[in-house]
Protein backbone atom coordinates (compact mmCIF):
# COMPACT_ATOMS: atom_id res chain seq x y z
CA UNK A 1 0.00 0.00 0.00
CA UNK A 2 1.56 3.17 -0.98
CA UNK A 3 1.12 6.32 1.29
CA UNK A 4 1.99 9.83 1.70
CA UNK A 5 1.86 10.73 5.59
CA UNK A 6 1.60 14.34 6.82
CA UNK A 7 1.81 15.17 10.44
CA UNK A 8 -2.04 17.41 10.87
CA UNK A 9 -1.13 19.64 13.24
CA UNK A 10 -2.48 22.32 13.52
CA UNK A 11 1.35 24.07 12.95
CA UNK A 12 1.35 27.34 14.70
CA UNK A 13 4.09 30.27 14.12
CA UNK A 14 4.13 33.61 14.67
CA UNK A 15 3.93 36.21 11.64
CA UNK A 16 7.33 36.36 10.03
CA UNK A 17 8.80 33.29 10.89
CA UNK A 18 9.53 30.55 9.06
CA UNK A 19 6.61 27.10 8.85
CA UNK A 20 8.15 24.07 8.36
CA UNK A 21 6.08 21.39 6.42
CA UNK A 22 6.87 17.82 6.48
CA UNK A 23 5.80 14.59 4.46
CA UNK A 24 6.69 11.39 3.96
CA UNK A 25 6.26 8.37 1.66
CA UNK A 26 6.79 4.83 1.40
CA UNK A 27 7.69 4.26 -2.42
CA UNK A 28 11.03 4.19 -3.32
CA UNK A 29 9.98 4.85 -7.35
CA UNK A 30 7.97 7.93 -6.73
CA UNK A 31 8.36 10.18 -9.27
CA UNK A 32 7.83 13.41 -9.04
CA UNK A 33 6.12 15.31 -5.48
CA UNK A 34 3.90 18.58 -4.98
CA UNK A 35 2.45 20.73 -2.60
CA UNK A 36 -0.84 22.14 -2.74
CA UNK A 37 -2.36 24.89 -0.21
CA UNK A 38 -6.27 24.46 0.36
CA UNK A 39 -8.46 27.24 1.62
CA UNK A 40 -11.70 26.53 3.91
CA UNK A 41 -14.09 25.69 1.36
CA UNK A 42 -11.80 26.26 -1.61
CA UNK A 43 -10.34 23.83 -4.16
CA UNK A 44 -6.49 22.98 -3.79
CA UNK A 45 -4.09 25.55 -5.55
CA UNK A 46 -0.68 23.90 -6.58
CA UNK A 47 1.97 26.43 -4.77
CA UNK A 48 5.07 23.61 -5.78
CA UNK A 49 6.33 21.03 -7.79
CA UNK A 50 9.71 18.97 -7.29
CA UNK A 51 10.71 16.06 -8.96
CA UNK A 52 14.84 15.63 -8.00
CA UNK A 53 16.86 15.70 -5.20
CA UNK A 54 17.73 18.76 -3.52
CA UNK A 55 16.08 22.45 -2.92
CA UNK A 56 13.86 24.23 -5.58
CA UNK A 57 12.82 28.06 -4.73
CA UNK A 58 10.34 30.21 -5.79
CA UNK A 59 9.42 33.35 -3.64
CA UNK A 60 9.00 32.62 -0.13
CA UNK A 61 8.58 28.93 -0.79
CA UNK A 62 11.07 26.57 -0.74
CA UNK A 63 10.55 22.42 -1.40
CA UNK A 64 13.29 20.31 -0.24
CA UNK A 65 13.39 16.57 -1.20
CA UNK A 66 15.16 13.96 -0.14
CA UNK A 67 14.67 10.31 -1.84
CA UNK A 68 17.15 8.35 0.04
CA UNK A 69 15.06 9.33 2.94
CA UNK A 70 11.75 9.73 1.18
CA UNK A 71 11.07 12.67 2.75
CA UNK A 72 9.73 16.23 1.07
CA UNK A 73 9.51 19.47 2.83
CA UNK A 74 8.09 22.60 2.23
CA UNK A 75 9.27 25.83 3.98
CA UNK A 76 7.56 29.10 4.26
CA UNK A 77 9.51 32.03 4.68
CA UNK A 78 8.15 35.45 6.59
CA UNK A 79 5.24 33.43 7.29
CA UNK A 80 1.71 35.94 6.69
CA UNK A 81 -1.75 34.93 8.30
CA UNK A 82 -2.54 34.94 4.33
CA UNK A 83 -0.79 31.72 4.59
CA UNK A 84 -3.13 30.00 6.98
CA UNK A 85 -4.30 27.34 5.09
CA UNK A 86 -4.62 23.40 5.15
CA UNK A 87 -0.88 21.86 3.04
CA UNK A 88 -1.43 18.90 1.32
CA UNK A 89 1.46 17.01 0.24
CA UNK A 90 0.80 14.97 -3.28
CA UNK A 91 3.14 12.01 -4.89
CA UNK A 92 2.98 10.71 -8.34
CA UNK A 93 3.39 6.63 -7.97
CA UNK A 94 4.25 4.98 -11.21
CA UNK A 95 1.77 2.26 -11.22
CA UNK A 96 1.10 0.77 -14.65
CA UNK A 97 0.19 4.41 -15.51
CA UNK A 98 0.66 7.35 -12.94
CA UNK A 99 -0.98 7.79 -9.88
CA UNK A 100 -1.24 10.33 -7.40
CA UNK A 101 -1.56 9.83 -3.64
CA UNK A 102 -2.35 13.08 -1.45
CA UNK A 103 -1.21 13.21 2.02
CA UNK A 104 -4.12 14.10 4.73
CA UNK A 105 -2.73 17.77 5.15
CA UNK A 106 -1.70 19.71 8.06
CA UNK A 107 -3.37 23.15 9.06
CA UNK A 108 -1.06 25.80 9.27
CA UNK A 109 -1.72 28.56 11.43
CA UNK A 110 0.60 31.92 11.27
CA UNK A 111 -0.59 34.30 13.80
CA UNK A 112 -0.78 38.21 13.48
CA UNK B 1 -0.92 27.83 -13.77
CA UNK B 2 -2.98 25.72 -16.46
CA UNK B 3 -6.86 26.91 -16.07
CA UNK B 4 -9.33 24.38 -15.49
CA UNK B 5 -12.85 25.72 -15.03
CA UNK B 6 -15.58 24.00 -13.33
CA UNK B 7 -19.52 24.46 -12.56
CA UNK B 8 -21.73 24.76 -11.23
CA UNK B 9 -19.56 26.02 -7.49
CA UNK B 10 -22.65 25.22 -5.69
CA UNK B 11 -25.83 23.42 -6.19
CA UNK B 12 -28.75 22.01 -4.24
CA UNK B 13 -31.14 19.14 -5.17
CA UNK B 14 -33.41 17.24 -3.74
CA UNK B 15 -33.09 13.30 -3.16
CA UNK B 16 -33.18 11.69 -6.09
CA UNK B 17 -32.65 13.64 -8.67
CA UNK B 18 -29.54 13.76 -10.62
CA UNK B 19 -26.98 16.36 -10.94
CA UNK B 20 -24.09 16.86 -13.35
CA UNK B 21 -21.19 18.53 -12.79
CA UNK B 22 -18.75 19.81 -15.76
CA UNK B 23 -14.99 20.37 -15.71
CA UNK B 24 -13.24 21.68 -18.68
CA UNK B 25 -9.28 22.45 -19.21
CA UNK B 26 -9.17 26.13 -21.34
CA UNK B 27 -5.91 26.46 -22.33
CA UNK B 28 -4.52 22.81 -22.13
CA UNK B 29 -5.46 19.05 -23.82
CA UNK B 30 -6.46 17.47 -20.28
CA UNK B 31 -5.67 13.42 -21.24
CA UNK B 32 -6.05 12.90 -18.22
CA UNK B 33 -8.93 13.62 -15.63
CA UNK B 34 -9.38 13.17 -11.49
CA UNK B 35 -12.52 13.07 -10.31
CA UNK B 36 -12.47 13.64 -5.70
CA UNK B 37 -14.63 14.21 -2.92
CA UNK B 38 -13.89 16.05 0.22
CA UNK B 39 -15.92 15.67 3.47
CA UNK B 40 -15.34 18.35 6.03
CA UNK B 41 -11.99 18.70 7.52
CA UNK B 42 -10.71 15.17 5.39
CA UNK B 43 -8.62 14.94 3.39
CA UNK B 44 -9.39 14.10 -0.70
CA UNK B 45 -10.75 10.84 -1.63
CA UNK B 46 -9.81 9.57 -5.31
CA UNK B 47 -13.27 8.48 -7.04
CA UNK B 48 -12.25 7.70 -10.30
CA UNK B 49 -9.67 8.56 -13.15
CA UNK B 50 -10.65 9.06 -16.71
CA UNK B 51 -8.43 9.08 -20.26
CA UNK B 52 -9.99 10.54 -22.83
CA UNK B 53 -12.33 8.27 -24.36
CA UNK B 54 -11.82 5.44 -22.71
CA UNK B 55 -14.20 4.64 -19.52
CA UNK B 56 -12.87 5.95 -16.17
CA UNK B 57 -11.49 3.71 -13.76
CA UNK B 58 -13.62 3.96 -10.52
CA UNK B 59 -11.30 3.39 -7.22
CA UNK B 60 -12.38 0.42 -4.63
CA UNK B 61 -15.90 1.75 -3.02
CA UNK B 62 -17.12 3.81 -5.49
CA UNK B 63 -20.45 2.88 -7.57
CA UNK B 64 -19.69 3.52 -11.44
CA UNK B 65 -23.61 3.26 -11.95
CA UNK B 66 -24.13 5.85 -9.19
CA UNK B 67 -21.17 8.68 -10.17
CA UNK B 68 -21.13 8.66 -14.16
CA UNK B 69 -18.10 9.75 -15.31
CA UNK B 70 -17.70 10.57 -19.46
CA UNK B 71 -14.76 12.37 -20.67
CA UNK B 72 -15.85 12.70 -24.26
CA UNK B 73 -12.97 15.23 -24.79
CA UNK B 74 -9.78 16.50 -24.07
CA UNK B 75 -11.25 20.09 -22.68
CA UNK B 76 -14.41 18.31 -20.81
CA UNK B 77 -14.85 15.57 -18.73
CA UNK B 78 -18.75 15.51 -16.56
CA UNK B 79 -19.30 13.86 -13.15
CA UNK B 80 -23.01 12.77 -12.95
CA UNK B 81 -24.27 12.07 -9.31
CA UNK B 82 -27.53 9.94 -9.99
CA UNK B 83 -30.24 9.40 -7.89
CA UNK B 84 -29.01 11.49 -5.52
CA UNK B 85 -28.85 11.04 -1.54
CA UNK B 86 -28.07 13.32 1.45
CA UNK B 87 -25.30 11.18 1.97
CA UNK B 88 -23.66 12.21 -1.48
CA UNK B 89 -23.92 15.84 -0.24
CA UNK B 90 -19.47 17.08 -0.25
CA UNK B 91 -17.24 18.75 -2.27
CA UNK B 92 -16.64 17.43 -5.58
CA UNK B 93 -13.53 18.62 -7.26
CA UNK B 94 -11.94 17.48 -10.69
CA UNK B 95 -8.69 17.30 -11.47
CA UNK B 96 -6.48 17.37 -14.92
CA UNK B 97 -3.49 17.01 -16.62
CA UNK B 98 -2.17 16.51 -19.61
CA UNK B 99 -1.06 13.05 -19.44
CA UNK B 100 2.25 11.38 -18.00
CA UNK B 101 4.08 12.69 -14.66
CA UNK B 102 3.24 15.87 -14.83
CA UNK B 103 1.59 18.87 -13.08
CA UNK B 104 -2.27 18.83 -12.48
CA UNK B 105 -4.38 21.07 -11.75
CA UNK B 106 -7.94 21.66 -9.98
CA UNK B 107 -10.97 22.96 -10.97
CA UNK B 108 -13.12 24.94 -8.13
CA UNK B 109 -14.57 22.17 -6.99
CA UNK B 110 -18.35 21.76 -6.23
CA UNK B 111 -19.97 21.94 -3.22
CA UNK B 112 -22.82 19.83 -3.69
CA UNK B 113 -25.98 19.10 -1.46
CA UNK B 114 -28.75 17.02 -1.38
CA UNK B 115 -31.87 18.11 0.89
Known amino acids: QKEVEQNSGPLSVPEGAIASLNCTYSDRVSQSFFWYRQYSGKSPELIMS????GDKEDGRFTAQLNKASQYVSLLIRDSQPSDSATYLC????????????FGAGTRLFVKA | GAVVSQHPSRVICKSGTSVKIECRSL??????MFWYRQFPKQSLMLMATSNEGSKATYEQGVEKDKFLINHASLTLSTLTVTSAHPEDSSFYIC???????????FGQGTRLTVV
Open chain 2, 27 to 32: DFQATT
Open chain 1, 50 to 53: IYSN
Open chain 1, 90 to 101: AVNFLTGGFKTI
Open chain 2, 95 to 105: RLNSGGNTEAF
